[in-house]
């Protein structure tokens, strides 16, 4: 998003409108008003009343956060909640992340921000850490470095350059959606990791023994202690979330791309 004055509703409300590539005409309509009356709330002319920030809000498909900020830019107070994952506000919230998290043993999963720190874990995910530089561990974690920072997992990334082409690709849709520019900033830093030397180009081809999968979906293929192992990444969201903090956050959950995989995973739990 472009530098903007984001006290004033009308730099802000414009700011989005750009953001998403609309036209006056094209939000007039979808939010069925006039682009007279736009035009006169994009210039502070009009002032908007609460309703129309947030029907303007879910016409732009704004987070809740920066919907909270819209709010306040109209002279309203902010609607949506926001509670630290760490407080005892967000206990049922953490209770329900660790039953999901939990569940997926023997295979790895976990919770991020939207920032991509690290949340919650469960108890696979730090057995596939050895060999990360102490540094990359101190919380908060950031996923996207761990997964593509030379000191992180890079050198074990057998498919590192379709792995990060994923990851950034991924990132920069995020960043449509959001406009954060702290994600910018990550996306530019993560664009520079140079690939680890112990990743060779003849290894970042998609492996021809991946499976049913081959061809559906990018895997992340990971040399470990106990073996390559193959696996497909999914991200669940929480439907229909009122509260900022968990408007925001991702579950991931890393699934065996084949037998083998799962059953070396199946052999490495049962030691916990």
């Known amino acids: 998003m472009n530098q903007i004055n984001r006290d004033t509703f009308s730099g802000v409300l414009k700011a989005w409108r750009k953001q998403r590539r609309l036209s006056q005409l094209d939000l007039a309509g979808m939010a069925q ?8 709330l994009e210039t502070g ?28 830019a109209g002279g309203f107070a902010p609607i949506y909640a926001e509670h630290d994952f760490a407080d005892d506000q967000s206990m049922a919230i953490r ?11 023997p295979y790895p999963a976990l919770a991020m921000d939207r920032h991509w720190n690290m ?17 990359l561990l101190r919380p908060p974690v950031n996923l996207l470095r761990l997964s593509l920072h030379p000191d992180g997992l890079a050198s074990r990334v057998v498919n590192y350059i379709q792995w990060k082409d994923h990851l950034l690709d991924r990132l920069r849709r995020q960043i449509e959606l959001a406009a954060d520019s702290k994600l910018r900033g990550l996306h530019d830093e993560a664009s520079h990791y ?27 293929v990971l040399q470990t202690e106990i073996g390559t192992l193959r696996f497909v990444s999914t991200t ?6 009122v509260e900022v903090t968990l408007s925001e956050l991702a579950i991931e959950t890393l699934l065996p791309a084949d037998a083998a995989t799962g059953h070396a995973l199946r052999q490495l739990a049962s030691g916990l």
């Open 33 to 40: 008003i006039s682009t007279r009356h736009l035009s006169f």
């Open 119 to 135: 949340v919650a874990a469960n108890k696979i995910v730090p057995l596939m850490l050895d060999g990360v530089d102490a540094e």
């Open 45 to 72: 002319r009009s002032k908007p009343s609460r309703d129309m920030v947030l029907h303007l809000a879910d016409c732009l498909e704004i987070p809740l956060r920066e919907r909270n900020s819209l709010l306040v």
């Open 95 to 105: 209770a329900a992340v660790d039953q999901i998290l939990s569940a997926h043993e």
């Open 236 to 241: 669940t969201v929480f439907g229909t979330p």
């Open 194 to 220: 140079r690939m680890p030397p112990t990743v060779t180009g003849a290894e970042n081809t998609p492996p021809t023994d991946a499976g049913a999968l081959s061809g559906l979906v990018v895997p992340l």
